[in-house]
């Protein structure tokens, strides 16, 4: 663990984006040999709009890295958060504890209030249009939701008390972990219910997916699926039985043009029923 800590203490920004690429590469690599639906699309044109989204994500992120920073060392040297305040404890618990914790605020928690509060599902409602769901489809995110994600996770630097090494390591299992469940690919069905039980699997994750409700309002994890199971917001669906996209937006025009979904979340509110 102390290797662990001293690489992330330090860990070089060329590495960080080389997770993002290296983890988007191996599994769209991975898709093409055994993909879990045989899609009839433009990879190329898919791949470049998601990949749009990624890159604003990235210039969210390097624009307010400041504040991350300054949030995780405040927290250290005021001694603030709940991890400052817990009895001292092995590294391995430690961070065990901080990445659950961080991933509900982070991860769980913001992903909840962005489906409950409308004008927020605005924004994450880019994030569901996609019908074509694959690795690409992780960091499919309009830069205003790119925002909000990272006040969220600054509140959870702040909440949890987490040091800057642990912000780096959370972030690098988050990317890897959102590329992983959402990647075209499949498990054997035991296997997959079996890691579901501790972190998201592909087909825990692809029901939240699912392009009708009540599905689409469940599994909100990213990394742990403790969460959902805590909360009561999991909920499962046969894989033959998923429908990508969201019922709100389901024609190509709407869904696959990248003007378009930039100003979804400035047109007419539509919800379920219309």
């Known amino acids: 663990m102390h290797d ?4 992330f203490s330090t860990i070089p920004s060329s590495h960080r984006a080389l997770i993002l690429a290296g983890g988007i ?7 093409s040999f055994k993909p879990f639906k045989n899609f009839k699309y433009n990879k190329w044109h898919h791949a470049g709009i998601n990949i749009f989204f990624t890159l604003t994500t990235i210039i969210v992120n390097f624009f307010l890295a400041i504040i991350l920073l300054k949030s995780a060392q405040w927290t250290i040297d005021n001694n603030f958060g709940i991890l400052q305040w817990l009895p001292k404890m092995n590294n391995w618990l430690y961070a065990i504890v901080g990445l659950l914790l961080l991933d509900f605020i982070g991860a769980y928690l913001v992903h909840l209030v962005e489906h409950k509060v409308k004008f927020l599902w605005r924004f994450h409602l880019i994030h569901h249009t996609d019908t074509w769901i694959d690795t690409t489809t992780a960091n499919r995110h309009h830069p205003g939701e790119s925002v909000l994600r990272f006040i969220f996770t600054t509140l959870g630097v702040f909440i949890v008390g987490s040091p800057m090494w642990m912000v780096f390591l959370y972030q690098s299992l988050s990317v890897l972990a959102t590329q992983f469940n959402h990647a075209n690919i499949v498990l054997p069905k035991r296997l997959d219910n079996i ?5 998201v699997s592909p087909d825990m994750h692809k029901v939240h997916h699912h392009y009708k409700l009540p599905y689409t309002d469940s599994n909100y994890g990213n990394i742990f699926s403790v969460w959902d199971r805590l ?11 998923l429908v990508y996209g969201v019922d709100t937006h389901m024609k190509e025009e709407e869904n696959n043009r990248l003007k378009n979904l930039l100003l979804i979340p400035f047109q007419k509110y539509r919800s379920s029923n219309d």
Do not use: C, Q, V
């Open 195 to 199: 890691l579901s039980y501790i972190i």
């Open 4 to 7: 662990i800590i001293n690489y």
């Open 25 to 31: 590469t191996f599994f769209w690599i991975l898709e």
């Open 231 to 241: 909360f009561g917001t999991y909920s499962s669906l046969d894989r033959d039985n």
